[in-house]
Structures are given as C-alpha cells and as structure tokens.
C-alpha cells in the first residue's frame, strides 16, 4: 500500500485534480443532490464569541424564511432536529471547557463556561431551524460547525439550495470543493541553533516548542515512527487541551502525538459513497504527505536517519492529526467539507497552531470564503498556509492568481531552495529503496536561498483589471514570506503497520508550510500573549532578503525577486523573539477591512457589529499594497513596542519607482507595552503599468530594524 502511495503522492504532487469531460448536455434532475457548506449569519461561532446571547426562540427580523408557506410549518422537523442534534452533541459538551476563546487557551470562569454553553444551544437551535425550514432531513446532515463557523454541512437538491440562499439568517451557501494536497539540515540552515535564536531562548532544543500543540490538517500521520515517539514526554497535556484521539485496533496515539481525527464524512457525501478500503478509516497515514508535515513541524529532536539526524522545528512540541484526504480510485481528494469540520475541531480542540498543506482555489473564493480561518486567529490560534505550487505568471503559468490561499487571517508561505554546504548525506541501500526522489550524494554547495520554481507568486489578479471588492484585491500583498521547501527528508511511512517507518525527500510550499508552523509555536512558546497577527509581524519585519552571496535573493529566472514572489522575504528566526516593534490586528480590524469589500456582506457576517470600512490598504499589516495608485493615498499603521525598553526609531524610506513616499512623524521614541501611530503619503510621479516596489524601515538605537514591504502601482488609469 505505501509503494502505490508514493506513487499517487507524486502524481498528486505535479498534477491537477481536475479533468476535461464530454460537453454533454443532460436535463436537470430536480431530485439530484449534492455537498454544500452553509453558513449562517445571526450569530458568532464560539471561537468569536464573546457573551450576550442566552437563547433562540426564532427569526424576529419579520422576514419569511424562505418561502415557508411552501415548504411547511416553520417549526423544526423532528428529523431535521434529530440528524443536527446528534451532530452537535458532542460540540455542545466540548463547549463548556472550550479553551479557543481570546486569550489564547485562558482558563474560563464557571460563568463564561457557562455563557458558551447557552450560546452552542443557541447556535445547534439556529441550524436546526435553517435546515427544517428547507425540509433538509437528517440522513442529509454531514456536519455542524460551530467552532470556527456557524452552520452546516448537507447534501442538498438545487431547490433547497435557492430556498437557503434567500434565508434571512444564512450568509452564503457555498458547494463543497474538491481540494488537493502541495507538494535536511533545515534547522541549521535556518540558524535555529545560534545564540539567541529560537532554540537557546527556548531552553535549548530539547525544550523547543514545550507548552505548544500544533495540528496538521493533511493526509494522516505514521503514528510508529520515531519522529513522534513519546519517549520523554510526560502524560499530562498542555493548559487547555482538550481533543482526542480516535482509536483503532491498528491506530494509537501517545504522549507525543497526543490527539488524532479522521474527517471523511464530506468526501463520502461528495462522491456518492466512494470505496475506501484502499486507505486506512483511521488517521493513519497511506501516502506520506501529512507524516512528512508533522516530521517537519515537530519531529522528535535528533532523530538518527540516514547519513545524519533529523529534528522538526518545535521537537518539544505536541502534535495533532487531522486527516481529511481520502484515496479513492487511483486519486487522493478532500473536500473543503471536511476541511471545515476539521479546522473547526482543532479551535475546539485548543491547538496553538494549524498547519494546512493544501490548495484547490475555487476562483469565486473571496476573502468571505475564508471566515473559519478569521475565527481561528481571533481565538488565538496561528494558521500558516501554503501559497500554492503553481509557479510564477511567466513560469509554468502564463496568468495571474497563481496563489492558492491569499487572505489575511493567516500566513501565506512560499517555499525556497536552502544550501547543504558541508552536509553529506548518503542514503544506505535500504533506506534509498523507501525515499522518493532520493540520491546517494547531496548536490553541491549553492548559493542560497531562492524562490523555487513552483512556488506560486502573485500579484492575484491582472494589475491592468483590478477592481475594489469582494473579489481577492492587489492591495493585499501576498505571499506573507518564504521558506525551506525544495529537497528536505523528514518522516514517511513503513510498508507495515507497527514499523517505525523511514525518511523521504520531498518539495513543495507543503514542505515550507509546516516548518513556518513550527517556527510560530517557537514563538508563541515565549511570547504566550502575542496575537496570532503579532507573530505573522515578528516573522515578516525580520526576515531577510539577501542570499548567502550577500546579493538580492533570486526567483527560478535569475531575477531579483519581487514581494509577489517572496513576500516579505526569507524567515529568519534569529531575529523573530525580538522584532522591537508589531503590527497588530483584531476583530474589529479585520470585519472592518470586509466591510470595506462589502458592507452588506460583512453585515450578515457579524450582526450587532459597529462597522466601518476600509480599504485594503488601511488594514494594519506589516506589508503595504496600493493597485491603481493615481495621484496622493494615504496609509495608516498603528505599531506596538514589544522591546523590553524605551527605544527611539527612525524612518529610512526607499521608495517604489515613480513614487515619493513621506511618512508623518518620521521619528519617535516608544516605551514598552505602548502604541504609537503613523501615516505613510504616496505620490505617483511616474506612471508604470506593473507593481513597484521599496521599503519603509524603523530603526532604533537598540538594533532593532523593522521592515516593511511598499508595492505599488503607478497608473494615471
């Protein structure tokens, strides 16, 4: 079964899932059914909630909720009811010890425990509702969410989705996707080991990450290899951990791997009830992919290996399985279904950090499309995401919106050659036979790091038609930042259940995404009360921009690289613990930067909120993009001092082509803990049909050097 995995893997890795069919046009069936994620607007799920709400006794906005004349009492079916209800029982009791809510994992007191447990009625009545009011019945249920998002998973007829789609209390009915996963001496690579960075300041490497839960959501996990042997760990669990493991008579989790689920539900409902027994019906892993993540992310410290050891990023951290990729007649597939309920399990579960090695875009996503992954970062939890493994336009290519996962909730990684000079790493016979694109001799030293080819780049829409709207815009840049993930061993599974499994070398922004993950726990590990858009500032302000040459980094073409390629640049964790400044962002930031995509949206989405847009430019993250600049724009930021003493900076500004760029106050001395405001002017002076780019740099007498990232557009159109 792993020798065809490994096959399917790298087919999945460098193919679509999509495919051509015959243009055969066949009369609707009004019978037929299909997977949809609804999503309902008249209350915040319990990751975002924050108190108010005792109960639901109905719609009161004196709207008829979707033709109930039609459909029949508006009262809840029984079968509706109890298909939702046994969904949503388990969610229910999860609630009174939820630890998802702001602050990261807090205790709650007996009356907020309370308040959450009356607002998970709340929400399981509102969803009962819905679903009886369109004559949804039980058999049809797939899912509640109520963690990350309020509403439901349902296999639903066309006539029942134009009923939901006119509900007044649902915000958007979207159909379930199918998605596809992306496709060593990284840590000394990344100077994980010098003094002061993120290994020394966490009590050396064998504490790195201890105190952290981070979740995989991917393929599954090899829970026997040595990578995630809980030989050291103690059997208690970390503060407000509260998930579980799902065990079989050939699945178990440890002390180590201390909680694992299996989502499936979505992708039998997607696919008619599609045969599995190719894979396991457990969260253990038959292709690799989410094995290798977790290595990557939190493998145990000095795992002996062939020619060397390997280490995850946090080796002292915990680990989390969320498997929703399912093999199915020679193809492996998840749906955004299982995606959601598992995303929305990990909050629930109180993960620090989810890691998501998988792309499949729908081009109709918009920034509403990744709500689950803003109730997450609201609730504390760091998301890093993969940029996508579709390369540059001009490359594989030749279009814009290359890039996968563009929102930002969360970290979008690129992925980046590193250099091996002074590694050897030669593989004995046998474990040559169980690695994937594997050699007996690492290639020489290069210059490095580089944007890899693959790795999907912006800008996300054409800058000649790039409008304002709910649409992704140029004015968020994207990707966040860039690392390791072109030819990296880390963990893959044994032929057998119960062998330890062995290494395989792989590449792709999946194999970036989770050592990002792991370099945020490391963060988080010592500095608990950063926001999760704290960190993403830390990891961006710092990171570097040359190679080991000392010249610009370099995309696949030999060119300097862009911010649309690398984002801010190259992670650099001896600097993240003290960036000296943070940009940070909360809930009313981010529903106010939606609400400047669409009011009328963003109002359905939070109800009760006071809003008040924004344009994209305005939301306070490190990066600033303009697209269409013409004439004079302002921009505003807002940083914190997380430095341990009053410091002093000052701006050094290097302006985009065709731009002045001024910034009001120019200088100013900070105290810890306090805020401090800027504006930033721009001033087309040259027109440009593309993307310019500079940056905005506070430096301080401390060493501190704050970066930020200018991308603008010049256009007199």
């Known amino acids: 079964m792993a020798t065809r995995a490994k096959c399917l893997l790298a087919v999945a890795l460098l193919l ?32 975002a909630y924050s108190g108010g709400i005792a109960s639901f006794s109905g719609w009161t906005d004196g709207d008829d909720p979707s033709d109930n004349a039609a459909a029949g009492s508006s009262k809840p079916s029984s079968a509706a009811a109890s298909g939702l209800r046994a969904t949503a029982a388990a969610v229910a009791q999860e609630a009174a010890t939820l630890a998802g809510s702001i602050p990261r994992r807090v205790r709650l007191s007996a009356e907020e425990n309370s308040q959450l447990k009356a607002h998970a009625a709340m929400l399981e009545a509102q969803q009962v509702q819905v679903a009886s009011d369109v004559g949804v019945m039980s058999d049809s249920i797939v899912y509640s969410y109520q963690h990350a998002s309020n509403g439901f998973a349902a296999t639903l007829s066309a006539q029942q989705v134009r009923r939901l789609q006119r509900h007044p209390a649902v915000a958007s009915v979207e159909r379930s996707r199918t998605i596809k996963p992306l496709t060593i001496d990284s840590p000394t690579f990344l100077g994980l080991r010098a003094s ?56 178990k989790c440890n ?74 007649d020679g193809s492996l597939f998840a749906t955004s279904a299982d995606i959601d309920a598992a995303v929305n399990q990990a909050v629930a579960d109180g993960v620090d950090v989810i890691s998501l090695s998988l792309g499949g875009m729908d081009p109709t996503d918009t920034y509403f499309s990744h709500m689950k992954y803003l109730a997450a970062n609201l609730a504390g939890v760091f998301v890093s995401y993969a940029a996508g493994n579709s390369g540059s336009p001009g490359g594989w290519f030749d279009s814009y919106r290359t890039l996968d996962n563009f929102s930002p909730f969360y970290l979008t990684v690129g992925a980046s050659t590193i250099s091996r000079a002074g590694t050897t790493l030669k593989a004995t016979k046998a474990a040559a036979a169980a690695l994937t694109n594997s050699s007996s001799a690492v290639p020489a030293a290069t210059v490095a790091p580089s944007v890899a080819d693959f790795s999907s780049c912006g800008p996300l829409l054409d800058p000649s038609t790039d409008a304002t709207g709910a649409l992704p815009t140029n004015s968020i840049l994207k990707p966040d930042i860039i690392g390791p993930g072109v030819d990296l061993y880390a963990a893959w599974p044994a032929e057998k259940v119960g062998k330890p499994g062995t290494y395989s070398q792989l590449s792709g922004t999946s194999m970036a995404t989770p050592h990002l993950a792991g370099i945020a726990a490391l963060v988080m590990q010592k500095h608990p009360s950063w926001s999760p858009a704290q960190v993403m500032s830390a990891i961006m302000t710092t990171a570097k921009t040359t190679d080991t040459s000392g010249a610009a980094i370099q995309n696949a073409y030999g060119e300097a690289a862009t911010p649309w390629e690398m984002g801010a640049g190259h992670v650099l964790p001896a600097k993240v613990l003290d960036p000296g400044l943070t940009f940070d962002a909360r809930a009313a930031a981010y529903q106010n930067f939606l609400a400047g995509q669409s009011m009328k949206r963003a109002q359905k989405e939070f109800p009760g909120a006071k809003l008040t847009a924004i344009a994209p430019r305005e939301l306070n993250r490190p990066s600033i993009a303009i697209s269409r600049l013409k004439g004079t724009l302002t921009a505003t930021r807002t940083v914190t001092s997380v430095a341990d003493t009053t410091c002093t900076y000052t701006a050094t500004i290097k302006p985009p082509n065709g731009v002045t760029v001024t910034v009001s106050p120019n200088k100013f001395t900070i105290a810890p803990g306090k805020k401090v405001t800027y504006i930033v002017t721009f001033k087309v002076t040259r027109t440009f049909d593309n993307f310019q780019f500079g940056s905005l740099t506070w430096v301080d007498d401390k060493g501190h050097s704050v970066r930020s990232v200018l991308a603008i557009q010049p256009t007199r159109k």
């Open 255 to 328: 002390n180590k791997l201390i909680g694992a689920r299996a989502f499936y539900k979505g992708f039998k409902a997607a696919n008619g009830g599609p045969d599995l027994s190719g894979d396991w019906l457990s969260p253990r892993d038959s292709y690799g992919h989410g094995t290798w993540c977790a290595g990557a992310a939190a493998g145990n410290k000095d795992v002996p290996m062939a020619g060397g050891k390997a280490s995850g990023m946090a080796p002292a951290a915990r680990l989390v399985m969320y498997k929703v990729f399912w093999y199915s």
């Open 16 to 47: 679509s899932s999509t495919c051509q069919c015959l243009a055969v046009r066949r009369a609707p069936n009004p019978q037929a059914t299909s997977l949809y994620i609804v999503r309902l607007r008249s209350a915040l799920p319990l990751a």
């Open 196 to 251: 002061g960075s993120l290994w020394p300041a966490n009590g050396g490497q064998a504490k790195a990450g201890e105190g952290t839960v981070i979740g995989i959501v991917d393929t599954g996990i090899w829970p026997e290899h040595p990578s995630f042997s809980d030989a050291g760990f103690s059997s208690s669990r970390p503060a407000g951990w509260s998930g579980k493991c799902d065990t079989t008579s050939e699945f």
